[in-house]
């Protein structure tokens, strides 16, 4: 292995030396402690720190760090003392989740290292919206994303470096390429020659290097950075390594040819850099047993103080708390101006209010920018603010939504749009798992809010129409709101903006230009999690959202010798217990009416909740009129006879007369 110190003196060669050999000692620990049963799991990146701690060297500690799951020298160069790390393994109170989660899945902004979720990919996308940031605000840095070469067959990765591409994002997206994905070996993988040849695919420059040369990451990785800080734009870093051990350590290695280990056992990286130093004449030989012994009483000291740490006492308010960032509702004063205007145009206002209230507000999605989006919501947008902060995207949800959670990490706020809400299917590990999870895991609020144009009746069929919003209420972590009105389509949206949880807001696009009203001009706020009475009743409960208000309004003035009261729940996470338990007991029957299918539908929700605290209120049996347990169909009378509406009639007066 041939080094090159380039201009780097004594005194920092002892200390990279340092930094190297660091994360191999706590490894060394670590199995130890695994043999004796003290700790449970461990991924080893044994063989592979050359890779972790140069990088990490190379980047300047104001820069973020994405590293993956054997990338312990990224945390140890970044100088996070060994016991804090030690309580983040154990789940005790001091560590960075508090006992939420396992190993490196954390972030800590003090460190600036955001840290995996277990799912290989959605880390690519952050760092492109932290890398956006940075481009946005002039602020002159480089971001470090890892990747394994197992984790690049992901669709995350394709997403996310066509996205840094297109966008010219100051990202280094490493591959650390160790041979195996678990027991899958690269040819089982790829089928390319080099996975860097695919970074000209994406249009961006790519590098291949020994991964084992420490001097060889942190010079590489430090002229790229030095660069892209100038002159923003992503680099494909590949780095050749291999995983010494088992994928993590109770799986063993059967399946890795033992020729392999002995070629690979001469790369070691820090036995050959030592033996560099050594003959440079940096390092003394005598100090190097000096050294590894302070080492190993040093971390025997900080390890020793984290098994003696309490452990968690587990309080169900805390944890429930702490599933969102607290937040209070702005004071603010109605404008007493208002204008009437469609349902489209009030979203359109709250989106262009919030844009002007809040220079770091981002909004993305396809075609949002001179096009104006789908549905011309952002139309004039970019006149107005330009194309930073109103970015038309490529079609790839999940690394948009990834982006939008950069943003939201490195200081911005965001707002994509869906073009359609059915497309949320293709984003829904970035939201289920990372914007709703993050809070709760490490404390980082992540301030995005998800526009979804959702809902039938154009006759679009099983992909334009559906009602997808169960699969997010049932989501902690997620607000999720669904105006029926333009002033709540305004207020709504403006408080999700203002809000700095993640966001599901569903728009309903038969409301577009169908429905008018009054809108208050100026800022304009509706908190989430409040229900609203759209007309008083006594003989029965209409309870409902989005367009099944309409409906529900139609149906009350066909009877009018029929007093019906109508909720219109407006949030659906958090809902209005209050205000649905008062009406549940005010007029003895409840009819929960809504859109989307019956089986698993909100409506369930709403009804359990019902029979568990207002039963000895109750007339009759809750019921429920939903959409038929089918996908949404296309033609007009079949997508009729799909609609809760249809059944409307019959069990409202099944309800009345039981
Ligand atoms: C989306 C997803 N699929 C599968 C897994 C299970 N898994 C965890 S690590 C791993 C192998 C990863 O290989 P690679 O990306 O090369 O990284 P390495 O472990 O070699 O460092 C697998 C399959 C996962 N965590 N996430």
Redesign the pocket.
Known sequence: MIFDRKNLNNGQLIEFYKKLLWPRLVEEKMLILLRQGRIGKW?SGIGQEAIAVGSTLAMTADEYVLP???NLGVFTTRDIPLSRLMAQWQGKASGFTKGRDRSFHFGTQEYKIIGMI????PQLALADGIGLADVLSKRKKATLVF??????S?GDFHEALNIAAVWKLPVIFLI?N?G???S?PISE?YNCKYLVDKAIGYGMEGRRIDGNNLLEVYHTVSEIAANMREKPRPVLLECMTF?MRG?EEASGTKYVPQQLFDIWKEKDPIQNFERYLLSEGVLKPEWIPQMKTEFVSQIETEIEKVFSEADIIPDVETEIRDMYKPYNFPTFQPSNFKTNKRYIDAISDGLRQSMRKYPNLVIMGQDIAEYGGAFKITQGFVEEFGRGRVRNTPICESGVVGAAMGLAINDYKAVMEMQFADFVSVGFNQIINNLAKTHYRWEQPVDVVIRMPAGAGTGAGPFHSQSNEAWFTKTPGLKVVYPAFPDDAKGLLMAAIDDPNPVMYFEHKYLYRSNTGDVPDGDYYVEIGKAKIIQEGSIASIITYGLGVHWAIEYAAKHPDLSVEIIDLRSLQPWDKDTVEASAKKTGRVLILTEDTLTSGFGGEIAAHLAEYCFKYLDAPIMRCASLDTAIPMNKALEEQFLAKARLEETMEKLINY
């Not at 277990?118 to 990919?121: E, F, R, V």
């Not at 990747?147 to 690049?152: D, F, L, M, S, V």
């Open positions: 991924f993956m799951h054997r277990s799912h290989l990919g990747t394994g070469e197992g984790a690049t992901e650390e160790n195996y994905g678990l899958t993988q995983r994928h």
